[in-house]
């Protein structure tokens, strides 16, 4: 700017007959501004006012030499200078015997062996146990509404102090009492409910169940899905009044 300025007082730029309405003179550029040979040097009457960014990298950049010359990325160029992997068992294969073995190997050490198979079934351990099918409107749902419903499913007027001995009796199908962290419940409203079957229910029926209970599904909440089958509390043998 300051040199266009310069140029402007030098007389080097020339300027337009003022016009008779304008007080302010008009500056014509009347011929293209000189070509940038773009060697950092200014030329007489060049512009400096340019706001257009450098380019970046450099034009002459390592950078740019170096990606102009293949797009591949270095690491690809690399390996395809390697030597390919050795061919298994090509080198001293027998004619007439196939080289690829397909059988499993033996040792099973081995981190090229083959995946075990999946035809068989898996060793299950310990006891076969799981969920049954429950006849339809003996889901859980099903039994959460019967609770909710308010029937009587104690079968009991008020509740009980229950000792081994009583409960014990109390082991029938139609009739069967269980105690669970020393709670009593009749389990036969529940029996056609519960998911792990009738069956495998009537083995606590009479009993302090909950060891078994523990063992089987501790993640489930017995107070809660029993609470309006209680019956009464367990208590300890009373002792023998002879
Ligand atoms: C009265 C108390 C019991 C209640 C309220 C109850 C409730 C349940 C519930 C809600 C399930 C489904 C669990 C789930 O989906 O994760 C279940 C499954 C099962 N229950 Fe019970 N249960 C009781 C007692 C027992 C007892 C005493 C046994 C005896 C072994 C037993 C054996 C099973 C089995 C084998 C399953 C299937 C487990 C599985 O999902 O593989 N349950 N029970």
Not at 94 to 118: E, F, N
Request: glycine content about 8%; some cysteine; proline content about 12%.
């Amino acid at each position: 700017m300051t040199s266009y300025l310069r140029n402007w007082w030098t007389g080097s730029i020339p300027i337009a007959e003022p016009s008779t309405t304008a007080s302010i003179p008009t500056i014509e550029r009347l011929s293209p501004p000189p070509e940038d040979d773009d060697d950092g040097s200014k030329t007489e009457g060049e512009d400096d006012d340019d706001d257009s960014p450098p380019a970046f990298p450099s034009l002459s950049s390592a950078q740019r030499v170096q990606t102009s010359k293949s797009n591949i990325p270095t690491i690809l160029s690399d390996s395809a200078l390697m030597p390919p992997p050795p061919l298994p068992q090509l080198a001293n294969r027998v004619p007439g015997v196939p080289a690829i073995r397909l059988s499993a190997p033996q040792s099973a050490s081995s981190s090229l062996a083959l995946p075990p198979t999946t035809t068989k079934a898996p060793v299950k351990l310990g006891k076969k146990r799981g969920k049954v099918a429950l006849a339809p409107g003996f889901g859980p749902l099903d039994w959460a509404n019967l609770k909710a419903s308010g029937g009587d499913l104690r079968g009991v007027d008020q509740l009980q102090r229950i000792p081994p001995s009583v409960l014990k009796q109390h082991n029938k199908r139609d009739d069967a009492w269980s105690a669970f962290n020393g709670k009593v419940y009749n389990i036969t409203p529940y029996l056609s409910y519960h998911p792990g079957g009738e069956k495998e229910l009537m083995r606590v029926a009479g009993r302090d169940g909950t060891k078994l209970f523990a063992s089987t599904h501790a993640w489930v909440n017995v107070d809660f899905m029993l609470d309006s089958c209680l019956v009464g509390f367990l208590i300890p043998e009373p002792a023998s009044d002879y």
